[in-house]
């Protein structure tokens, strides 16, 4: 994650990441979607409190605000980090969960023999601070609490993962854009004999880069997701940038895990979980 | 060598120089056999850091009794040990050792079947025969176990391979299954709902396997449920013990009763209730006097009565 863009706050609109410089000793408070982020920077101890609203689905966002400790919630969790003499710089961006997520549609959609169709989700992006732009991380923590599944044939095989129900829209003019999601676009090709309901899904997010355009929306690499014609074969893609053609967007982080563009080949289930 | 010689004339030993001198090899290959073991043991465990706890210790202590061994053999050859002796004698030595030490050879190769069965590591979690702690080793003769309360417990290899073990470690979700009871008188689709939403909400509680939900039967005092629920397994403690709290909480919000246990007496006949007054005590009375034979009747509708009941704190069957 090394690539991440930076820009002044001023510079960034609605972008909650890059770096931020701070007053010494004094409280700036962030609030992205339902995570909220309270930072001081002292000269040899960096005070981090963090809460969630636990509403996934807010909008709100509010950047390095002006506040005291009367306004910090009070379940939020305090990490003390003893730095001493870092500058007082914030450094923030947002990275894709640290394990796959099983995306299970609320409605699932069926996709016939033989057809494609695009589906644009949503997953919650991990907060990571770090003192600057390139100095010690400080937090790598999700902006909303995931619920975990399991993802496999059997309770003695498969693989540990998040798990998020979305609506799964197939218009991307229906998506709702959060600061603390990022749109993925799913692409998903039937080439079976006969149809693929579509009521789980794997996406691969540890192998995928972070995006953002211009009006502050986060958006991931594209995915095609592939059911072959022989019985129980599928395959996954990864193609750079969001694959959307109205979108302009710049890479911030890059993929947690460098899996290339191909792979989780002939395991049918592995990707739709049938 | 003049101390070894006054050593040796000590101790009434007559031996001659070239004698002194075997011996004195003898201990420098004795030294420097437990030195160069030491080594092996070190670059063995350096080598093979991406091995499991459980590989790395085997292939140390192989290299370690490798070298050893070697040196001591030919420690023994320079103090002038016959092995060609010890060969002739290796029947009788073998049936008299093999009698001696049957138990010990029994464990050694229960040891071995352990290793090679890969049933359990070093820093598993196991329950043997309802002992449950941490595996620290699994040495020559016996495994080692920290229990939680921090005590060290020797199980013999023997016992290990012919008992049956729980290990705790080996897949990565568990299931955790909590009983609860609910009151005959509650709504049981709203009390099933009520739990598979509280499973529902749980970050912790795994989407799928998806939780489960059975029926238990009437019991005594209570319809009884079970609520199933998988999580990752460093995650089952905590689940365990956040989805007892929301239950009770979940059902306290929403006034469903987890009945303690009673019994219903009633008078010969199920249409005839046992009549009962609650009194309250006089002020006259001793504290310590008991209950009264009679007095004002309190809310003295007849009605089966209910001998147990929610317990005063006293009485508390918990």
């Known amino acids: ?274 | 060598m003049g101390w070894l010689s006054s050593v040796a004339n000590a101790l009434h030993l007559h031996m001659s120089g070239e004698q002194l001198g075997a011996l004195a090899r003898a201990g420098v290959y004795v030294v420097l056999g437990i030195v160069l073991a030491r080594l092996a043991a070190v670059a063995v465990n350096r080598a093979t850091r991406h091995m499991s706890a459980q590989e790395r210790v085997l292939l140390r202590r192989l290299a370690s009794y490798l070298v050893m061994g070697l040196f001591f053999a030919s420690a023994l050859r320079e103090a002038g040990f016959r092995f060609d002796v010890l060969l002739g004698a290796a029947g009788i030595v073998t049936v008299a050792v093999g009698f001696a030490s049957q138990t010990s050879a029994s464990n050694m190769i229960s040891g071995l079947f352990l290793m090679l069965e890969r049933s359990i590591a070093i820093g598993d979690v196991i329950n043997v025969s309802g002992t449950v702690g941490e595996v620290l080793s699994v040495d020559l003769l016996s495994t080692r176990l920290r229990t939680f309360d921090n005590l060290l417990v020797r199980i013999p290899n023997q016992t290990m391979v012919s008992t049956m073990i729980t290990n705790y470690n080996r897949l990565p979700i568990r299931r955790f299954d909590l009983q609860v009871g609910v009151a005959y008188k509650e709504d049981l689709a709203m009390v099933e709902k009520t739990l598979l939403d509280i499973a529902d909400r749980n970050p912790l509680c795994l989407e799928d396997p998806a939780p489960l939900l059975i029926a238990n039967g009437f019991g005594a005092s209570s319809i009884d449920y079970q609520l199933s629920v998988w999580a990752k397994r460093e995650n089952w403690l905590e689940l365990r013990n956040r989805i007892t709290r929301e239950v009770k909480a979940g059902f306290d919000d929403l006034g469903i009763e987890i009945p303690f246990p009673h019994v219903s007496v009633y008078t010969g006949s199920a249409s005839q209730p046992f009549p009962v007054a609650l009194t309250t005590p006089s002020a006259a009375r001793p504290p310590d006097a008991g209950p009264g034979p009679g007095g004002e009747t309190a809310g003295g509708g007849p009605g089966a009565a209910d001998v147990g009941g929610r317990p005063q704190s006293q009485q508390d069957p918990a």
């Open chain 1, 1 to 274: 994650m090394g690539d991440a863009t930076y820009e002044a706050p001023q510079e960034r609109g609605s972008s909650w990441w890059g770096v931020t410089p701070l007053p010494r000793d004094a409280l700036r408070g962030w609030r992205i979607g339902p995570y909220a982020l309270w930072v001081r920077a002292g000269e040899r101890e960096w005070r981090l409190w963090r809460a969630s609203s636990g509403d996934a689905m807010t909008t709100e966002l509010e950047l390095a605000i002006e506040t005291d400790e009367s306004r910090i919630a009070a379940d939020a969790s305090l990490t003390r980090v003893g730095l001493t003499g870092a500058e007082p710089v914030l450094g923030m961006r947002p990275a894709l969960a640290d394990r796959d997520v099983v995306v299970r549609p609320d409605i699932p959609v069926v996709v016939p023999a033989g057809a494609r169709i695009e589906l644009y989700v949503t997953t919650p992006v991990w907060v990571v601070t770090s003192v600057g732009k390139d100095g010690p991380m400080l937090l790598d923590e999700p902006s909303h609490r995931l619920s975990d599944t399991w993802f496999g044939p059997n309770t003695l095989t498969g693989e540990l993962a998040y798990a998020i129900r979305t609506a799964s829209r197939l218009d991307l003019a229906d998506v709702p854009r959060r600061p603390h999601r990022a749109i993925t676009k799913l692409t998903v090709i039937n080439e079976g004999r006969d149809q693929l309901p579509v009521d789980r899904l794997k996406v691969p997010v540890t192998g995928l880069a972070i995006y953002a355009d211009g009006s502050g929306g986060l958006w991931t690499d594209h995915v095609t997701l592939e059911r072959r014609l022989q019985p129980g074969e599928a395959a996954a893609s990864v193609s750079a940038g969001p694959g959307v053609a109205d979108v302009q967007a710049h890479r911030i982080a890059e993929p947690r895990v460098a899996t290339g563009s191909r792979f989780t080949l002939n395991a049918f289930g592995r990707l739709f979980g049938v």
